[in-house]
């Protein structure tokens, strides 16, 4: 967020969505981490027991601290779970630590967009530090150079926020295949691990919308200057 002004309107119902985003992933977590699955495997045997199945001998599943810190990273091919994933056994562990293996299934692959998404990740990185300095100084300076470079750097985020997005549903959908067919779930548990993950998936889409009003209000700052 730049800072408050008329345009700052269009941002509230990003931001009502991604708070509702929020507590949504929270209340679905909180209530499908209660219920245990009846195969009894944690979230790390069933990580380290699909990526043998499917030949990722080279890919370690680790244990790693904050809540819901859950990543794959494709630098050093590790599957990170946070502690309540990695020993947890609730239908809830099963569905982030199968969807983060599902991240390193698309890395074996060649799956594009994960691979596009990566590119961006310096000059994401990049917009998203630098964006509110030049958006400042541009409008303050009355520098159309300034506002273009922060349009170009900001674009970067939002084109990253859009490519994560088939990333992540891939990886959701994947998990959800493999937990059902390959009986780590069973049908009716299927059903509360996509609860789990379709909430976080809208987390996702907020960030995105978030990302896209953002944009919006530079491409409006750009437009009165020009008038």
Request: charged share 15%.
């Amino acid at each position: 967020m730049f800072f408050f002004d008329p345009t700052f309107l269009l941002l509230i119902p990003a931001m009502l969505l991604a708070f509702y985003a929020q507590n949504k992933v929270t209340r679905t977590y909180k209530k499908y981490r209660q219920i245990a699955s009846m195969r009894g495997m944690t979230g790390a045997q069933v990580a380290q027991h699909i990526l043998q199945q499917r030949g990722l001998y080279d890919v370690a599943v680790r244990e790693t601290r904050g809540f819901l810190a859950d990543n794959y990273n494709p630098a050093n091919k590790t599957v990170n779970l946070s502690s309540d994933i990695f020993h947890g056994r609730s239908l809830a562990a099963l569905a982030v630590a199968a969807h983060e293996v599902g991240h390193a299934l698309q890395d074996a692959n060649g799956y594009m967009p994960l691979k596009l998404r990566a590119s961006f990740v310096p000059l994401a990185n990049l917009g998203s530090f630098a964006v509110f300095p030049l958006a400042i100084g541009g409008i303050l300076l009355q520098s159309v150079g300034l506002i273009d470079l922060a349009i170009y750097l900001y674009s970067a985020v939002v084109a990253f926020h859009l490519i994560t997005l088939p990333v992540e549903f891939n990886a959701s959908n994947r998990a959800l295949k493999i937990l059902g067919t390959n009986g780590y779930l069973y049908d009716t548990e299927v059903i509360g691990a996509k609860k789990v993950l379709n909430a976080a998936a809208l987390t996702y889409v907020a960030s995105t919308v978030v990302a896209v009003m953002e944009l919006i209000r530079l491409l409006i700052f750009r437009s009165m200057m020009n008038d």
